[in-house]
């Protein structure tokens, strides 16, 4: 487990899916000021990363749900993880989408599913949970048996650790914020300075930088 948080951590380092700007701080959507963002849709376009990627997520879901029936992506950017997931584990995928579809079938979860199936969500990243857990209750709502949620990173925040207990939902990554910054620090990817910032960060990312 801890290898393949290190080597997940080191992947997303090498290929500069992590972006450190403490002087200019992202804005995400929660309006939150952070001085890192983490773009796994990068990770796509990087052949040995993607499959790298792929495994460690097949390999946790064989280890943790054997039984599971059907792979569910949150759209959109665990929709390509999922799919390959699924691919290589030979069950059915199907895809969450952020609201219902307002024209056509008007559909929140994409593709054929039963209801019972036991279900692994997968998703790209975890910051307060708040998206992922919707798709969860959609999923719930459709008559689906979710199991869990595997996600590649989490910047592990303790909103999101309450988030997912409160709706009764496991989460697993395949690698966290610590170990990342701890990559990042002996690789030499950030600087002590900066190491000191993401500290402070990390512990009230609700007011930082405001």
Sequence with gaps: MENT???????LLQIKAIKLQPSNPFTWASGWKSPIYCDNRKTLSFPDVRLAIRNAFVDKLKDLYPDAELIAGVATGAIAHGILVAD??????????SGAKEHGLGNRIEGHFEKGQKVVVIEDLIS???SSLEAVKALREGGCNVMGMIAIFTYGFKKAEDNFSENKCVLHTLSNYNVLV???RSTGYIKDNEIDTLRQWRQDPSTWGK
């Design 5 to 11: 948080a290190k080597s997940i951590a080191d992947y």
């Design 88 to 97: 290589a584990l030979g069950l059915p995928f199907v895809y969450v989408r």
């Design 128 to 130: 307060t949970g708040g």
């Design 182 to 184: 701890d990559r990042a």
